[in-house]
């Protein structure tokens, strides 16, 4: 297909835009993810402020008021609709645009039009302000990003994202945007109305049960396999896929304990989606041909034709672009009729955009882009997030959050609500790839436990000392090594260890690095930070994995001065640490000792976070420790210009001459996937690591 060229006239005006996306500046990609659940009320009142002060965006204010009339004319082309109580929620809708409470129910209710319909709104909302970001009055800057979509990925949408996609790719100029958002705005009403319909026409044995389930392992079963097993259940079908290994089911309350029990079995880690009725099915067959027929018939609702489109759009059913049929036929398909591969689609788009230019900005409340692709695409993926809460000026810059950072849940592993605007999160906002820190614990310079160290940056304490004369036999100077003074971060009382309590003779507990002694106290405060000695202590999981980073070993020179003993080879070498840990609490997961240098810690976290989501255990203790015990890596660090010889470390200073030695330990548990019933069980969420590539 050959897609409309735009042709750009400067408005005349002076004032340059802030930023003009061209071909290779902006994004290769928008996309537009799925309905998840009712929108925070926060981000509620964020898209109806923008709404409300964008002169742009009156057309599409103006059909959100007349939504009301519209489902008179639709009731009149399907008399069955007159059952479905969706006019409530559509006045109510009209209201909340003039300023009204707008009580739209909770994501438990029994449909799904809120949902739908807001979700679509709050896309197209975000993009007006993405492009508002962009220019300034008088610069058109969508036939700008248009064009630049052309050679790119295009405007992608998954299920109600599809709308959105084609309102945005249909509009030349920005002052078109919401004339086709109101033609799609109606269509969504339509889809949500018979797919509601439909679910109320069931027996309440029957109801729509919507599920997502996500392979975490490598020999997770293939998408033919699992097509397979399903099918010998009635009334059950995969909706989509959404990623390589993330599919959400549709199936009834009957059949949900069975195909549950089946997929759990098999490994898959499953969780309720906040979708009550049965998109993506066949059933509505009889449904579309009633919608259509209305739009080809009545002139004020004239959806757009395929070459109205300026920039390239999929469809999710196979993954292929649009260039011939029906555009509606399409938008039909991709949101109520047949089941979607979002995974495909985006694997096709990305692969035809050029590997420079895959920058993907994201709209809604979830992370549109599958973990999978995100790890091993090499994109750029943005998300734009529309409300104040997150944004200082909503007049400026747009808050553009990392994938990094996100804390929604995509749509087909979690489907919850975005994150209140306090920052607290409920375990569905996690995405499915996330590991959940539940216990923490630590001894670092000046502060014996993490609070202490909270306390200590908060009051921009600095801890850094000279080295007492004769602390690490630093004073025993070479003949010809000039004199300095010693500068470091030191620990309380390293050499202190209650060996009895860890069961260790005295003779075993002194050949010990005391490095290795304080990890082993350490990981067990952090185990005790978790709860992991609580009631159910016994019947826990042992397949726990032992991560530590490590670098020095410099307590090997103290235990040569002293006969050879069977314990200090064991007590020495920082392989043997995390093991040493793992032997002591009967784990059986990996243990694991690294040495990465300054990284070596978090090197450890990331390799804990990628063996729990592998299944190589169920959780994992990491961090990492030091201790100085010798003389020998000082001096020579010193003399290799490393030590900093005026004291602390100025990182970034154009004062900076080296670091300052330190001693400490720090270990933080990791859990599965908060989202996935673990914190459920009383566990203590301290954070979340959300990606880790």
């Avoid at 216990?439 to 304490?461: H, I, S, V, Y």
């Avoid at 397949?543 to 980073?549: A, E, K, P, S, T």
């Avoid at 990491?622 to 660090?637: E, F, H, K, M, Q």
Wanted: hydrophobic content about 35%; charged content about 20%; aromatic content about 8%.
């Amino acid at each position: 297909m050959k897609y409309t060229t735009m042709h750009y006239s400067s408005s005349g005006h002076s004032t340059q835009p802030r930023c003009q996306p061209d071909a290779s500046t902006g994004p290769s990609s928008l996309i537009f993810g799925s309905q998840a659940g009712l929108p925070s009320r926060a981000i509620l009142q964020t898209t109806r402020d923008d709404l409300r002060s964008r002169p742009c965006l009156t057309p599409l204010r103006d059909a959100i008021r007349d939504l009301h009339y519209f489902w008179q004319r639709l009731i009149k082309s399907d008399s069955n609709l007159d059952l479905v109580h969706e006019n409530r929620f559509l006045r109510s809708l009209g209201l909340w645009i003039d300023g009204g409470d707008g009580e739209f129910g909770t994501s438990s209710d029994s449909t799904d039009m809120p949902a739908f319909v807001l979700t679509f709104i709050l896309h197209i909302v975000q993009y007006v302000e993405y492009l508002t970001s962009l220019t300034v009055a008088g610069d058109d800057v969508q036939h700008r990003t248009l064009q630049g979509l052309q050679g790119g990925g295009g405007v992608q949408g998954f299920c109600v994202g599809f709308l959105s996609a084609v309102a945005i790719s249909a509009s030349a100029k920005q002052d078109e945007i919401a004339l086709n958002a109101a033609q799609c705005l109606r269509l969504a009403v339509c889809i949500a109305a018979h797919v509601d319909k439909d679910r109320g026409r069931t027996a309440s044995s029957e109801k729509s049960i919507c599920f997502s389930a996500h392979g975490q392992r490598q020999d997770v079963m293939d998408r033919p396999s699992v097509v397979s097993l399903l099918s010998s259940f009635s009334d059950t079908y995969i909706a989509g896929f959404f990623d390589a290994h993330s599919f959400t089911i549709t199936t009834t309350s009957t059949m949900y304990p069975h195909v549950t029990q089946v997929l759990l079995a098999r490994g898959f880690v499953l969780k309720t989606v906040p979708v009550r009725g049965r998109f993506h099915s066949l059933v509505h067959a009889e449904a579309a041909n009633k919608i259509a027929a209305l739009f080809n018939v009545d002139e004020r609702s004239q959806f757009p034709r395929i070459d109205q489109l300026h920039a390239p759009v999929r469809s999710a059913v196979d993954g292929m672009v649009i260039d011939r049929g029906s555009l509606l036929q399409h938008a039909l398909e991709n949101t109520l009729l047949e089941p979607l591969d979002w995974h495909r689609l985006l694997t096709n788009t990305f692969d035809d955009s050029e590997h420079a230019r895959r920058n993907v900005i994201g709209f809604g409340v979830t992370n549109p882009v599958p973990p999978s692709l995100r790890r091993t695409m090499e994109l750029g993926v943005t998300r734009f997030e529309s409300w104040i809460s997150m944004q200082p000026n909503p007049l400026t810059q747009p808050q553009l959050q990392g994938v990094g950072e996100v804390s929604a849940s995509e749509h087909a592993t979690s489907g919850g609500n975005d994150s209140s605007p306090s920052g607290r999160h409920a375990p569905e906002d996690f995405p499915p790839h996330s590991v959940a820190i539940v216990g923490m614990a630590g001894r670092f310079p000046g502060a014996e436990t993490p609070e202490e160290l909270w306390k200590l940056m908060a009051d921009g304490t600095s801890t850094v000392e000279a080295v007492p004369a004769g602390k690490y036999g630093l004073d025993s100077q070479f003949d010809d090594e000039p004199r300095r003074q010693w500068w470091g971060n030191l620990l309380r009382n390293p050499e202190c260890f209650d060996h009895e309590f860890f069961k260790k003779s005295p003779r075993e507990a002194q050949a010990w690095d005391p490095q290795q002694r304080i990890a082993l106290e350490v990981a067990y405060q952090a185990l005790e930070s978790s709860g992991y000695f609580g009631t159910a202590a016994a019947s826990r999981d042992r397949d726990y994995g032992c991560f530590i980073g490590a670098v020095m070993n410099n307590y090997y020179d103290n235990v040569s001065c002293h006969r050879p003993t069977a314990y200090a080879t064991l007590g020495t070498s920082r392989c043997f640490i995390s093991g040493a840990i793992s032997h002591f609490f009967g784990w059986t997961g990996p243990a694991i000792s690294m040495d990465t240098a300054c990284s070596s810690s978090l090197v450890a976290i990331n390799a804990a976070c990628k063996a729990i989501m592998a299944g190589e255990c169920s959780r994992a203790i990491a961090g990492g420790t030091n201790v100085i015990t010798s003389p020998y890596d000082y001096r020579n660090l010193a003399a290799a210009g490393f030590l900093s010889p005026t004291g602390q470390c100025k990182p970034f200073d154009a004062d900076a001459d080296g670091y300052c030695g330190w001693s400490g330990r720090s270990q933080i548990i990791g859990n599965r996937n908060p989202g996935r019933g673990q914190c459920s069980r009383g566990d203590r969420g301290l954070g979340s690591q959300p990606e880790f590539q």
